[in-house]
T-cell receptor
Framework: GQQLNQSPQSMFIQEGEDVSMNCTSSSIFNTWLWYKQDPGEGPVLLIALYKAGELTSNGRLTAQFGITRKDSFLNISASIPSDVGIYFCAGSLTGTASKLTFGTGTRLQVTL | NAGVMQNPRHLVRRRGQEARLRCSPMKGHSHVYWYRQLPEEGLKFMVYLQKENIIDESGMPKERFSAEFPKEGPSILRIQQVVRGDSAAYFC?????????????FGPGTRLTVL
């Protein structure tokens, strides 16, 4: 089946630093999504990407849909303590209102 | 506008009992999705439903698991004769009319513990 691998698995950074994480797939997706999950809560959508090569920003977050449609990255600039959490990529073959395949997650810890 | 609601938030069952997990989608949403998350893992798709219809159940185990989304009332994920391996967080998501860009909004999850 389809599998999404995220790297790094976890990272410790200092407040104010920029963060980069990526997601690779063994097969093509037509939609890429990035979610953040806080402990004890459900995932919250951060950015949605619908087109190969697309670069989209949402505040301090920037994400790109890889040209091969098999990868995506998420950057967070000037990290703050509330950025702590687990970041998941997710892919879909037929858009966001259908089955999503989630990645393995990147756990982010921000130190003061 | 209230978000996706799930109850109970925590559920403890003994092996062999039944577990019923409820999901009320956001107002105006007619599509519901169920996902399972094991500790330290990503979410795994289980089933996608519209009112009174199962659209995609490719992620549902063949036995003991069933889901419904009746015309009235919440969506129910039912697990019969639970085993320890069923212990996980179960998340429900909802979306409005199915289009290629409709976002899935997730509920807070039900954490099932099987003793």
């Amino acid at each position: 089946g389809q599998q999404l691998n995220q790297s790094p698995q976890s990272m410790f950074i200092q407040e104010g630093e920029d963060v980069s994480m990526n997601c690779t797939s063994s097969s093509i997706f037509n939609t890429w999504l990035w979610y953040k999950q806080d402990p004890g809560e459900g995932p919250v959508l951060l950015i949605a990407l619908y087109k190969a090569g697309e670069l989209t920003s949402n505040g301090r977050l920037t994400a790109q849909f890889g040209i091969t449609r098999k990868d995506s990255f998420l950057n967070i600039s000037a990290s703050i303590p509330s950025d702590v959490g687990i970041y998941f990529c997710a892919g879909s073959l037929t858009g966001t209102a259908s089955k999503l395949t989630f990645g393995t997650g990147t756990r982010l810890q921000v130190t003061l | 506008n209230a978000g996706v609601m799930q109850n109970p938030r925590h559920l403890v069952r003994r092996r062999g009992q039944e577990a019923r997990l409820r999901c009320s989608p956001m107002k105006g949403h007619s599509h519901v999705y169920w996902y399972r998350q094991l500790p330290e893992e990503g979410l795994k798709f289980m089933v996608y439903l519209q009112k009174e219809n199962i659209i995609d159940e490719s992620g549902m185990p063949k036995e003991r698991f069933s889901a419904e989304f009746p015309k009235e009332g919440p969506s129910i994920l039912r697990i019969q004769q639970v085993v320890r391996g069923d212990s996980a967080a179960y998340f429900c998501a909802s979306s409005p009319v199915s289009s290629s860009t409709d976002t899935q909004y997730f509920g807070p999850g039900t954490r099932l513990t099987v003793l």
